[in-house]
């Protein structure tokens, strides 16, 4: 069946470090990618998206390549901001004719000043 | 555009009371609708999701059931709750088909005493 890894967290940065939150996953045929930001005590907010092999998926500063040679989407991003911290999941669509997407357990990102 | 409104934010229940959520989505016809439990420190878990009127699929076996008595209106119910139905609960929408994103309410805080 589909999984998702991401790596285990909490991540402690300090403002303006680079960020990478590693995300790989096992799924069959060629699903979606998507990261999904989740702010304390709210719902999840679509962060970005890739549908096929080498798409990069960005916004709001984040970016995020779907690497089919290594079933990868690692999330980057160049300079956090305190406001970026919350916790971050990475999800894919299922197979064919699933509605199910599949999430990571997420990761806590903390940025201080 | 589409919004999505889940209620009630925040809610205290003593254990084997009934429980009623609510879920609805405006701006979009036949939404694929989703229900997820989110237990502390833990990823998401699928517990429903209906691909249209009174359709719908459960993911888990558990005390919870769902019901869409409309199009846009994504209901969960328990007639007797259990200390472990405490979590937050997201109720999310999606356009139909597959490796879709999907688009999450607030979610609701449910702490059973």
């Known amino acids: 069946g589909n999984s998702v890894t991401q790596m285990e967290g909490p991540v402690t940065l300090s403002e303006e470090a680079f960020l990478t939150i590693n995300c790989t996953y096992t799924?069959?045929?060629?699903?979606?990618l998507f990261w999904y930001v989740q702010y304390p005590g709210e719902g999840l907010q679509l962060l970005l998206k890739?549908?096929?092999?080498?798409d990069k998926g960005s916004n709001k500063g984040f970016e995020a390549t779907y690497r089919k040679e290594t079933t990868s989407f690692h999330l980057e991003k160049g300079s956090v901001q305190v406001s970026d911290s919350a916790v971050y999941f990475c999800?894919?669509?299922?197979?064919?004719?699933?509605?199910?997407?599949?999430f990571g357990k997420g990761t806590k990102l903390s940025v201080i000043p | 555009s589409q919004t999505i409104h889940q209620w009630p934010a925040t809610l205290v229940q003593p254990v084997g009371s009934p429980l009623s959520l609510e879920c609805t989505v405006e701006?979009?016809?036949?939404?694929?609708l989703y229900w997820y439990r989110q237990a502390a420190g833990r990823g998401l878990q699928l517990l429903f999701y209906?691909?249209?009127?009174?359709?719908i699929s459960s993911e888990v076996p558990q005390n919870l059931s769902a019901s869409r008595p409309q199009d846009r209106q994504f209901i969960l119910s328990s007639k007797k709750l259990l200390l472990s139905d405490s979590g937050f609960y997201l109720c999310?929408?999606?356009?139909?088909?597959?490796?879709?994103?999907?688009?999450f309410g607030d979610g609701t805080r449910l702490s059973i005493l």
């Open positions: 999310a929408w999606s356009v139909d088909g597959s490796n879709q994103p999907q688009h």
């Open positions: 799924a069959t045929g060629y699903p979606s």
């Open positions: 890739a549908t096929k092999a080498d």
């Open positions: 999800a894919l669509s299922g197979r064919a004719g699933s509605y199910q997407l599949t």
């Open positions: 701006g979009t016809s036949n939404p694929n």
């Open positions: 209906s691909v249209g009127i009174g359709q």
